[in-house]
């Protein structure tokens, strides 16, 4: 029998679920739309040429603007790109929890970034698997396809909340070793680790022919260090309080984030990773938008002619 309490878990359970979706595909078509992508029903595809129209083609295929131009049909071809195994990897320890004023924390920004890149991933027919490491343990969803494992997914996020210690190596080592096969692994997190310990684990996970995305999410209290009053700053991680003056260490703190992004920006070019830098006050699909119009246009420009 339900009790009165559950039964309002439950029910806030479904509201955020619902929210959670409705703001994935959000993301997703926001991005999308501002790729202006050609898109292909079914399948992960990138345009590639024309051909002359023949009787026995698909008339939806017509490039009308190509024909008001000359005077002929003909048709868009489209290059087919292997269906790919993604995991998306999402940080849900305590600093991720960090929500100044009245924007969200980074893990419900990170959150919702997730669900809008699985919704994105399902939609072009590829496998998406989720991973979310909370206090140096791991929860996951193996890779699977469709529209069903998409509520799962969401479903299996809006019921996590951030709190521990981040510990990724150790979670890392264990995600790589169940891959049956080579994947695209993104990550996403504040990258707040120890010495960033996460590095050997990535080169593990680079090593064994995975391709890697960081997407860290930031906010712009950390980057900018905005304070001017004193203050106590208390650690998400259980680093306790501490009473300082902003402007004794706005200097050196500046400098210290500012050196952390770069040395996550090296190890993204060791390994030939992609970085991206999500900031919560901006909307994740226009950032989201830019990222895959780089990786689009750099991979055209890779691929042999």
Do not use: C
Request: hydrophobic content about 40%; cysteine-free.
């Amino acid at each position: 029998m339900t009790g009165p309490a559950q039964s309002q878990e439950a029910l806030e359970v479904i509201s955020r679920l619902h929210d959670l979706e409705l703001k994935a595909r959000e993301i997703a078509e926001g991005a999308l739309i501002g790729l202006h992508h050609s898109r292909h029903r079914g399948s992960s595809v990138e345009f590639s040429e024309h051909k002359p129209y023949t009787a026995g083609d698909e008339i939806r295929m017509i490039d009308w603007k190509l024909f008001a131009k000359s005077d002929r049909f003909f048709i868009k071809q489209f290059e087919d790109e292997t269906r790919i195994q993604s995991y998306i990897v999402l940080d849900a320890s305590g600093s991720m929890a960090y929500a100044p004023g009245n924007q969200p924390s980074k893990f419900e920004y990170g959150r919702t970034l997730a669900a809008g890149l699985a919704y994105l991933l399902l939609g072009q027919g590829d496998a998406v698997g989720l991973a979310v490491i909370r206090d140096g343990k791991m929860e996951w969803l193996p890779g699977r396809s469709g529209e069903r494992h998409f509520k799962a997914l969401s479903e299996f996020l809006v019921r996590t909340k951030p709190e521990g210690e981040t510990k990724f190596a150790p979670v890392l080592f264990d995600l790589v070793s169940r891959f049956k096969q080579k994947s695209l692994v993104i990550v996403i997190s504040d990258f707040f680790d120890p010495e960033l310990e996460v590095e050997k684990s990535l080169k593990l996970a680079r090593h064994r022919g995975n391709e890697l995305a960081f997407f860290q999410v930031l906010t712009r209290e950390e980057l900018e260090f905005p304070f001017s009053q004193l203050s106590w700053f208390e650690g998400l991680e259980g680093e306790g309080r501490i009473l300082l003056e902003p402007s004794q260490l706005r200097k050196e703190y500046l400098k210290l984030i500012r050196g952390w992004q770069e040395q996550l920006e090296r190890v993204g070019q060791e390994l030939l990773a992609d970085y991206q830098l999500f900031r919560t006050e901006q909307n994740p699909a226009q950032i989201l938008s830019g990222y895959l119009l780089r990786r689009s246009l750099t991979a055209r420009r890779a691929r042999p002619r």
